[in-house]
């Protein structure tokens, strides 16, 4: 019997077990990860170029600082920063590989959670038994991305790779390679790949706005030349957290003077208003993610003439290439279905409570944390808008502090019960391909707190680090 049981050892989970070493000592703990190596995303995505799409000072862990120089760093570093905090606190030993968590089943009478887990290479199931579960699984599926149909793919002769599973050794070198897709992973891809291949086309439905920012941050290396390295991390965290809150807020009420600076930006790097409309999307700044590139990477490529973006759309797919709806044809020895992910909740795990089967696509989310009515159960989930760690960090203080208080008060089960008295409304407000297929797949929010998800770090720091446990909504028995 374990008092925590962790589903995932990528950051959110690493973070989860430092935290409960330093803020719940006397708690025991064990970390189940489905795959042999620790970094979930940042193990699982092997493209080229692969890269954070948020500053490492504030996607780094508030207790260890991000030294390395990059501040949108490459996904090898990122999982070596993974690594050596689970290996320097001790954490690497208390972790299951090849553990696959299939189900999980509460009781009441026993106060306790019973977990399934599969084992690679084991025909007979793990049963463990937790007093609380902690999901650090990420938001999408490790086994499927996502794929549309396209008529005709049957006959494309060349190579059809999904990013998510891309092929060790994959050779470009002089290949034509159309990437099919214009968000996070193909401004990534379409930049490096151009560097060897014989062109690289971003063919998009629709603009995406794109941002370019330094590869590193000044002020940061300035500080850390004079000040202790902890305490200059911390002030490049405040600095770029509180730039990031102000930029979202002026984006979300001015957005259209948000839209002519992003979109001038882009001329300006590509030195061309009319490919910079390539760039410039029907919706608002941040209504779907701004997608970075570090020291304008993307648009270099494009000035270079080695890369290029195509808005327009797929008629149908050939054995050398791409038809499309316009009637231009682009030629392809590679193409890259950079088409996004399929979201999920609580890793797919299938949960039972006291018997009955429990559906999380029809709870509503406690502070972002915790769906309704699940026992003893809290879930990572970060911003949309900031760093993901951010919103991770906040959560494993709050989930201590909530261990701390039932110990101290001898509560052996804890559940926020749904109010049906508040509206719901979808949990995400993005308009993102990969978000809207999942509406029905995601829980839900409300129109009031506790219920309603902050796109705001500094009010979570004053609910969630600080707020009341025994809020009346969370019920402690």
């Not at 030294?67 to 299951?96: C, F, L, M, W």
């Not at 490919?275 to 919706?283: E, T, V």
């Not at 797919?348 to 769906?371: E, N, P, T």
Request: net charge positive.
């Amino acid at each position: 019997m374990f008092d925590v049981l962790i589903v995932g050892a990528g950051l959110s989970g690493i973070g989860a077990a430092r935290h409960l070493q330093m803020h719940c000592p006397q708690q025991t703990w064990c970390i189940l990860e489905a795959r042999d190596a620790i970094g979930g995303t940042w193990d699982l995505f092997r493209y080229p170029g692969i890269r954070s799409d948020s500053d490492m000072y504030t996607l780094g862990y508030a207790f260890k600082p991000w030294v390395d120089h990059k501040s949108i760093a490459d996904g090898s570093t990122i999982r070596a920063y993974i690594q050596s905090t689970a290996d320097e606190n001790d954490i690497t030993p208390h972790i299951r590989h090849g553990h696959s968590v299939t189900h999980a089943s509460w009781s009441t009478e026993e106060s306790c959670w019973t977990v399934t887990a599969q084992q690679r290479g084991v025909n007979t199931p793990v049963v463990l038994k937790a007093r609380f579960l902690y999901f650090c699984c990420g938001y999408y599926s490790y086994q499927k991305g996502y794929q549309p149909e396209f008529p005709g793919l049957a006959n494309f002769q060349g190579q059809w790779i999904h990013p998510q599973f891309w092929p060790e050794g994959l050779n470009y070198a002089q290949k034509k390679v159309v990437v099919i897709g214009s968000g996070a992973t193909a401004v990534t891809l379409v930049p490096e790949m151009a560097k060897t291949a014989a062109h690289v086309t971003m063919l998009q439905r629709s603009p995406t706005y794109v941002i370019s920012l330094p590869g590193e941050d000044s002020l940061s290396l300035s500080l850390q030349k004079y000040l202790p390295l902890k305490l200059a991390y911390q002030l490049t965290r405040a600095k770029n957290v509180l730039m990031g809150m102000l930029t979202y807020q002026l984006a979300r009420k001015k957005p259209e003077l948000v839209k002519k600076y992003l979109v001038s930006m882009a001329a300006k790097q590509l030195r061309s208003e009319t490919d910079a409309q390539h760039f410039s999307p029907k919706y608002k700044p941040w209504d779907e993610r701004l997608c970075v590139v570090p020291d304008g990477d993307l648009f270099k490529q494009i000035r270079a003439g080695q890369a290029s973006v195509v808005t327009d759309t797929i008629q149908s797919i050939s054995a050398k290439g791409l038809q499309l709806n316009s009637g231009q044809f682009l030629e392809a020895d590679i193409i890259v279905s950079a088409t996004g992910l399929t979201m999920n909740i609580l890793g797919d795990v299938q949960i039972q409570v006291d018997g009955k089967a429990y559906q999380a696509s029809q709870a509503m989310a406690y502070r972002g944390m915790w769906l309704s009515d699940l026992p003893n159960a809290i879930m990572t989930f970060g911003y949309t808008n900031a760093s993901w760690t951010l919103k991770a960090d906040l959560t494993s203080i709050y989930t201590c502090r909530l261990l701390n208080y039932m110990q101290k008060h001898g509560y052996k089960k804890a559940v926020p019960l749904k109010d049906s008295d508040v509206q719901e409304q979808d949990y995400l407000s993005f308009t993102s391909g990969y978000v809207q297929r999942a509406r029905n797949v995601l829980p839900k929010q409300g129109t009031r707190a506790p219920w309603q998800l902050n796109q705001n770090y500094l009010k979570d720091i004053l609910l969630i680090k600080y707020g009341r446990l025994n809020d009346g909504v969370m019920q402690f028995s």
